[in-house]
């Protein structure tokens, strides 16, 4: 029963410490205004997350307006909207000279905090994001990350990120953040070649089940009437290399390394031609094989009566 006693009253003990902790937290999560800075190739753009409650019964069109007076004040901003969600408002703009210099694989950007969140007030919490792609080598402030308060939370898609929280008050004070993207030229070849080489996987595949598919019906005549079920079974694996390089565009960052890399209309054709062409060999392989087999067959009919 003693023992029962002590872990009733260390549990109580536990929630009681716990609790204050969890508040804060609570009213932290609440109470910041959170920014993301998107570094993602040809679609850059600034998304700030404002709690509805830090409004002030301020309209959300005036908060958009205001928020793009200030930005327009330094960039060019493009498309800018905003969507009301359960407990904030996003608000979205489109930066069209976000990156001032991108040459060779060398990319610069220049961000005054001032016209970033200059907006809000000192002493208000933010939590700023800085999202780029996997493959491509940040610097900021010619500083390491953490010496300025960014940390970098674990990130499973073509993107890497960079969090720092704290007020406003002490972005305003590092003025401006200058960072340096260097593309890994070294893993964006060794992606691209992996990526490309699906298209040979997907031709191999295509040819040795269409052949086996062709072989089974034509030794047994008698599938013929399974004719569609079995020509989806045999597709099945082509479709899952078509599945596995869709991931692998995404995961391996390739997604946005391209667009950061190369010219507008050049990386669309890196990133849709290997996925279509993989796509148009289902059916130059497989839409044909029926009428071959029924020809085929029709023909060693004919020879067998002969």
């Known amino acids: 029963m003693k023992k029962k006693g002590l872990l009733l009253i260390l549990f109580f003990l536990v929630v009681i410490m716990s609790y204050p902790k969890t508040t804060i937290a609570k009213d932290f999560e609440n109470d910041t205004v959170k920014v993301d800075i998107c570094i993602i190739g040809g679609d850059n753009r600034f998304v700030y997350k404002i709690p509805k409650h830090l409004h002030n019964n301020t309209p959300f069109v ?87 308060g960014f940390v970098e939370p674990p990130t499973y898609f073509s993107k890497q990120e960079y969090v720092y929280e704290g007020e406003v008050n002490e972005l305003l004070q590092q003025r401006v953040g200058h960072f340096n993207g260097t593309v890994m030229k070294g893993q964006l070849v060794l992606h691209s070649v992996i990526y490309f080489i699906f298209i040979i996987a997907q031709l191999i595949a295509c040819i040795i089940l269409s052949r086996r598919l062709k072989k089974r019906i034509i030794e047994n005549p008698e599938n013929m009437h399974q004719f569609r079920k079995l020509n989806y079974m045999y597709q099945i694996i082509p479709l899952m290399i078509i599945g596995v390089q869709i991931v692998f565009l995404v995961m391996s960052g390739l997604l946005t390394a391209f667009s950061l890399y190369f010219s ?7 990133i849709i031609v290997p996925i279509l062409f993989n796509i148009i060999l289902l059916p130059t392989y497989f839409v044909t094989i029926e009428s071959e087999v029924s020809k085929e067959i029709e023909n060693n009919s004919f020879s067998s009566d002969m």
């Open 62 to 148: 005036e908060m958009k307006n205001n928020i793009e007076s200030s930005l327009e004040s330094h960039w060019k901003v493009g498309d800018a909207r905003f969507e009301a969600h359960q407990a904030d408002v996003a608000y979205t703009f489109s930066i069209k000279d976000l990156i001032n210099e991108k040459q060779n694989g060398q990319m610069k950007v220049a961000i005054p905090y001032t016209f970033l969140v200059g907006m809000f007030g000192e002493n208000d919490d933010i939590q700023l994001g800085i999202l780029a792609s996997k493959l491509i080598d940040w610097e900021a402030n010619s500083k390491d990350w953490a010496t300025l």
């Open 264 to 270: 507008p209309g050049m990386d669309l054709l890196l």
